[in-house]
């Protein structure tokens, strides 16, 4: 008798632990793993710096990351397919200072074509597109792995910063490229707005778009998906152009935040990106991520700078906690995803 | 006291009350398995009974979570922990899922990690290691380069190396899991000739299959497994028939059913094939076609271009030369099973229903290209339990099902866009006996409705239970064709090239 209600008891503990397992996987698996830790953060951010939760330092933040979080979103694309993109940090400094350049008198540093005001956000993001287009073609029709050929484009789109602008930042280089950088809508940056807009629909993009199952099931097995039929080629290409894309009007966020393009813009940011997309559970193996994990990682970065400065930190030191923050966030989110999962993740 | 003894001197695998669970999947409920010293151990069950979970547990791959493991002289009381270190020297696996290195060549992958090749300092002679692989190919009689890359080898051929690897270690228990599901006849026979000369040396096997007339011909016993249980254990194969076997796997008489004629010469041809040439060293024009209503089988040996041509028509490989058109005003939508489930069949990191989904993305999204979620959960539904994938849920991993399984869900993916013609390359490679009559008639059940089928295979049974016409290609080139009414003997004699 006791030994049947034991193993009656057993059993439904075994029926309890197996949906507390699969409740975890889904938590792990859709992306939710740092939010707790974003929420702890925040608690010991509003007693220790008593300025950390407002209003206003939560826009701030919000603001600050839209940059990161741009090209975070961006680089998840690349990343899905098992591919990467070093050149988007790049186009986050070449693109705003090519239209920066094609704007502004030559007097003011430009180069002299003094293109109408309202083209430069076009030339902005006609330019990062075509980069992106450029990734694409080298990656898919040349065959040639992306690290080297992403690296190669990087170093040159940062020397041809310094060749279009003579070594020099470009200040004020007109609304159509600092407005939406700079404005605000409803009390709030258009630069967060753009971000939150972008990252639901990318998110619904990932989730429930057939582009979206498309990137999943080839950065899994991109031969699965050629003979399911799904056009791979199309598909890769694609993604390095929405990346640059994404990264191109992160550098216009940058460039209106700054109302102007400066030379040295974006540097940086791809290691910033790279670990955003860690953090938030994106493999660097491909097919494993989700936009509402990147979005936490962008978050967590953007947090511990804001804490970080406003418990006034030296500055030499604010990077480099930055940098163990990166290293223990990453850690957490590996062995999350592989307790959950069972599977090594390849990240 | 006196058999006890005779017992123990005899076996050299015992298993007791082994058990291994999966989340909420019990693979193996309490499972006792015994293997004689040199004999030839069938292994036979339904896909998912638990076969692979079983040998895994056995030769340390999974822990078993509980239970008693002896192997020669070592004896291991699990407890879900790793314990395959110990048993190293005594056992060897070759698994369903391939394990080769493809960016290494024939000698690296079969001789790495061997000692026998090494020098001082643990560096490896390469001289030595060519020389000992050209051995080792000539006692196969296998006619492949020692330094050709894996990933180049024909799936038969990986196989082979896969299984000449863990055989040269010189281990008394061999574990061998559906070996024969990616090998051609011929490549079979190699395997078994040194399964028996090993066995004549005291080796003993474990050997799971799905092809149940091979166990008349290597094994010894038989043990059936069903839902992680053992429902036979240990029979001698004499005692036992095939169809026995299977209806004692499947738990349910299982009937070998007949081929069904729907072909109409009239029917519209779906697709053409014109001048194709496979590769710039064919020298002969292939013209072919396929008809709404029919079945038509590619057979012919291993590199005689069958299957280059099923990738042509499917338009995943592009001939040397000549055109694949559709008469039809639009081409049709074509569905593909390709050969090789491992390497471009499955997502592995996928859910089931994600892997189906993706070969019809186009018709389960709608105008805007966004999934139709509900109509996407019950098509998928609907055609896994068509192909019969036995998984927790629709959400598990294809990585974890059993192969079986896997391919059913490959199976199930190629059919998910509707097709008009199927292109099916061994389409039920590692599937069980029951499930392969399923979607056997699963396929005449579509042709009936207008599906146009090319069955590219290697195994008669098949072929001759499916197809109204077959097509023998060899050399790159239409060699014969069988059309209506044809015997099992016309049949082997062409797949073989006697005629
Ligand atoms: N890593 C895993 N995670 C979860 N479930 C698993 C895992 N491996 C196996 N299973 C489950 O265990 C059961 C037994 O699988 P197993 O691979 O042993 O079957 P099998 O008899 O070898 O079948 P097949 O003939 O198809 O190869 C299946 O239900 C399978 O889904
Ligand atoms: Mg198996």
């Given at each position: 008798m006791s030994n049947l209600s034991n193993s009656l008891k057993a059993s439904k503990r075994s029926i309890e632990q197996s949906r507390l397992s699969t409740l975890g996987r889904a938590f792990v698996a859709g992306g939710y793993t740092m939010y707790p830790v974003l929420l702890i953060l925040g608690i010991i951010g509003a007693i220790v710096a008593p300025r950390f939760a407002t209003t206003v330092n939560f826009i701030n933040i919000l603001e600050q990351v839209s940059v990161l979080g741009l090209t975070t979103i961006g680089l998840t694309f690349v990343v899905l397919i098992g591919r990467l993109d070093l050149s988007l940090e790049g186009i986050v400094g070449f693109a705003p200072m090519l239209a920066a350049v094609t704007l502004v008198p030559a007097a003011a540093g430009g180069i002299g074509i003094e293109l109408p005001a309202w083209t430069g956000l076009f030339v902005a993001?006609?330019?990062?597109?075509?980069?992106?287009?450029?990734?694409?073609?080298?990656?898919?029709?040349?065959?040639?792995?992306?690290?080297?050929?992403?690296?190669?484009?990087?170093?040159?789109?940062?020397?041809?910063?310094?060749?279009?602008?003579?070594?020099?930042?470009?200040?004020?280089?007109?609304?159509?490229?600092?407005?939406?950088?700079?404005?605000?809508?409803?009390g709030l940056p258009v630069s967060v707005l753009l971000f939150v807009l972008i990252a639901v629909v990318v998110g619904l993009l990932f989730k429930h778009h057939r582009y979206g199952r498309a990137l999943y099931a080839i950065g899994g097995n991109e031969e699965a998906a050629r003979a399911a039929g799904i056009n791979v080629d199309r598909a890769i290409w694609s993604a390095f152009v929405i990346a640059a894309l994404l990264a191109g009007l992160a550098g216009v966020f940058l460039t209106g935040r700054l109302d102007s393009a400066v030379t040295t813009q974006g540097q940086g940011i791809i290691f910033s990106a790279f670990a955003a997309a860690v953090i938030g559970g994106v493999s660097l193996g491909g097919g494993r991520g989700t936009i509402v994990g990147v979005v936490s990682g962008v978050l967590l970065i953007g947090i511990i700078n804001n804490l970080l400065t406003l418990a006034q930190v030296p500055s030499f030191y604010v990077q480099a906690s930055t940098g163990a923050v990166i290293v223990i966030a990453a850690v957490l989110t590996t062995l999350a995803s592989n307790r959950s999962s069972g599977v090594r993740t390849r990240t | 006291?006196?058999?006890?003894?005779?017992?123990?001197?005899?076996?050299?695998?015992?298993?007791?009350?082994?058990?291994?669970?999966?989340?909420?999947?019990?693979?193996?409920?309490?499972?006792?398995?015994?293997?004689?010293?040199?004999?030839?151990?069938?292994?036979?069950?339904?896909?998912?009974?638990?076969?692979?979970?079983?040998?895994?547990?056995?030769?340390?791959?999974?822990?078993?979570?509980?239970?008693?493991?002896?192997?020669?002289?070592?004896?291991?009381?699990?407890?879900?922990?790793?314990?395959?270190?110990?048993?190293?020297?005594?056992?060897?696996?070759?698994?369903?899922?391939?394990?080769?290195?493809?960016?290494?060549?024939?000698?690296?992958?079969?001789?790495?990690?061997?000692?026998?090749?090494?020098?001082?300092?643990?560096?490896?002679?390469?001289?030595?290691?060519?020389?000992?692989?050209?051995?080792?190919?000539?006692?196969?009689?296998?006619?492949?380069?020692?330094?050709?890359?894996?990933?180049?080898?024909?799936?038969?051929?990986?196989?082979?190396?896969?299984?000449?690897?863990a055989l040269k270690r010189g281990v008394p228990v061999m574990i061998l899991d559906e070996p024969t599901a990616a090998l051609s006849n011929a490549e079979r026979r190699l395997l078994f000739e040194q399964v028996k000369t090993l066995k004549a040396a005291g080796v003993s096997f474990v050997y799971i299959s799905h092809h149940l007339d091979e166990i008349f011909e290597v094994a010894d016993t038989v043990t059936i497994m069903r839902d992680g249980r053992v429902v036979k254990t240990h029979e001698p194969v004499d005692a036992l028939d095939v169809e026995t076997i299977a209806d004692l796997m499947m738990g349910e008489k299982t009937v070998r059913s007949v081929r069904v004629d729907y072909m109409d010469n009239a029917a519209s041809?779906?697709?053409?094939?014109?001048?194709?040439?496979?590769?710039?060293?064919?020298?002969?024009?292939?013209?072919?076609?396929?008809?709404?209503?029919?079945?038509?089988?590619?057979?012919?040996?291993?590199?005689?271009?069958?299957?280059?041509?099923?990738?042509?028509?499917?338009?995943?490989?592009?001939?040397?030369?000549?055109?694949?058109?559709?008469?039809?005003?639009?081409?049709?939508?074509?569905?593909?099973?390709?050969?090789?489930?491992?390497?471009?069949?499955?997502?592995?990191?996928?859910?089931?229903?994600?892997?189906?989904?993706?070969?019809?993305?186009?018709?389960?999204?709608?105008?805007?290209?966004?999934?139709?979620?509900?109509?996407?959960?019950?098509?998928?539904?609907?055609?896994?339990?068509?192909?019969?994938?036995?998984?927790?849920?629709?959400?598990?991993?294809?990585?974890?099902?059993?192969?079986?399984n896997q391919?059913?869900?490959?199976?199930?993916?190629?059919?998910?866009?509707?097709?008009?013609?199927?292109?099916?390359?061994?389409?039920?490679?590692?599937?069980?006996?029951?499930?392969?009559?399923?979607?056997?008639?699963?396929?005449?059940?579509?042709?009936?409705?207008?599906?146009?089928?090319?069955?590219?295979?290697?195994?008669?049974?098949?072929?001759?239970?499916?197809?109204?016409?077959?097509?023998?290609?060899?050399?790159?080139?239409?060699?014969?064709?069988?059309?209506?009414?044809?015997?099992?003997?016309?049949?082997?004699?062409r797949m073989e090239g006697v005629i």
């Open positions: 993001l006609g330019t990062a597109g075509l980069i992106g287009f450029f990734n694409g073609f080298m990656v898919v029709r040349v065959g040639l792995n992306p690290f080297i050929s992403t690296l190669g484009l990087l170093v040159l789109l940062r020397g041809g910063v310094l060749i279009i602008s003579n070594g020099r930042s470009i200040y004020s280089p007109g609304k159509a490229l600092t407005y939406l950088g700079s404005e605000k809508l409803l | 006291m006196g058999p006890k003894i005779m017992d123990s001197t005899q076996s050299i695998v015992e298993m007791r009350s082994v058990r291994k669970t999966f989340g909420s999947t019990r693979a193996l409920q309490g499972v006792d398995f015994t293997v004689k010293r040199g004999e030839v151990h069938a292994l036979v069950g339904r896909n998912g009974a638990g076969k692979s979970t079983l040998v895994s547990t056995l030769s340390g791959l999974t822990p078993a979570d509980a239970g008693t493991i002896t192997i020669a002289d070592t004896t291991i009381e699990a407890n879900g922990k790793n314990y395959a270190a110990s048993i190293r020297d005594v056992i060897a696996h070759v698994q369903q899922t391939p394990q080769l290195f493809n960016l290494l060549t024939v000698a690296e992958n079969l001789f790495l990690e061997s000692p026998s090749v090494r020098g001082r300092f643990g560096v490896v002679s390469s001289r030595a290691m060519l020389q000992r692989t050209n051995e080792l190919l000539g006692k196969w009689n296998m006619e492949i380069r020692p330094n050709s890359l894996a990933g180049e080898l024909g799936a038969g051929a990986r196989q082979l190396l896969e299984i000449m690897k041809v779906l697709l053409e094939a014109k001048g194709i040439r496979i590769d710039q060293f064919s020298d002969e024009d292939i013209d072919f076609h396929v008809r709404a209503g029919e079945i038509v089988a590619l057979a012919g040996p291993v590199g005689g271009g069958k299957e280059a041509l099923a990738m042509i028509l499917a338009g995943q490989q592009k001939p040397a030369r000549g055109t694949i058109s559709s008469p039809g005003s639009s081409s049709p939508r074509i569905g593909l099973v390709p050969t090789d489930r491992h390497a471009s069949g499955y997502v592995g990191i996928l859910g089931v229903r994600e892997n189906v989904a993706i070969g019809g993305l186009d018709i389960l999204s709608g105008p805007l290209g966004l999934i139709k979620t509900a109509k996407e959960q019950v098509h998928v539904g609907g055609l896994t339990r068509q192909t019969n994938v036995i998984a927790s849920s629709l959400e598990q991993a294809v990585s974890q099902l059993s192969g079986g391919q059913k869900v490959v199976f199930a993916r190629a059919l998910c866009r509707d097709p008009q013609v199927l292109v099916a390359l061994s389409p039920t490679r590692g599937v069980d006996v029951g499930a392969k009559e399923q979607l056997y008639a699963l396929l005449r059940d579509l042709a009936s409705k207008g599906l146009g089928v090319v069955v590219v295979s290697d195994e008669e049974d098949e072929i001759e239970q499916l197809a109204n016409r077959v097509v023998i290609v060899l050399g790159g080139q239409i060699r014969d064709e069988l059309v209506g009414k044809y015997t099992m003997n016309d049949l082997v004699l």
